[in-house]
């Protein structure tokens, strides 16, 4: 019904920039929050940020003052825009979506990832 594709991804040096999107498609009738989720090898997935309907966003500690979330809700695409970039942010970047179908239907849906390194 819905489905996230990621883009953006890419190898940076330390101190770099990536600005990662995330466009939803599908039979969309209205998305709630959007968010971005990484996982290193060998560690748990951790929320990096969310970002609601209107507006509101949250952001792990590890990136506050670091990435900014943003969503253009005319697209259904939401936006990391990550700055001083460090080698610990390397990670598969996801994006997920509770979105509500034409159906009248909530689900949380997941994208496949994009991979962002960090390293000089």
């Known amino acids: 019904q819905v489905q996230l594709v990621e883009s953006g991804g890419g190898l940076v040096q330390p101190g770099g920039s990536l600005r990662l999107s995330c466009a939803a498609s599908?039979?969309?009738?209205?998305?709630?929050?959007m968010g971005w989720y990484r996982q290193a090898p060998g560690k748990q997935r951790e929320l990096v940020a969310s970002i609601s309907s209107g507006g509101t966003t949250n952001y792990a500690d590890s990136v506050k003052g670091r990435f900014t979330i943003s969503r253009d809700n005319a697209k259904n695409t939401v936006y990391l825009q990550m700055n001083s970039l460090k080698p610990e942010d390397t990670a598969v970047y996801s994006c997920?979506?509770?979105?509500?179908?034409?159906?009248?239907?909530?689900?949380?849906?997941w994208g496949r990832g994009t991979q962002v390194t960090v390293s000089s």
């Open positions: 997920n979506a509770d979105a509500v179908s034409t159906a009248r239907s909530t689900t949380i849906y």
């Open positions: 599908g039979s969309i009738f209205r998305i709630n929050v």
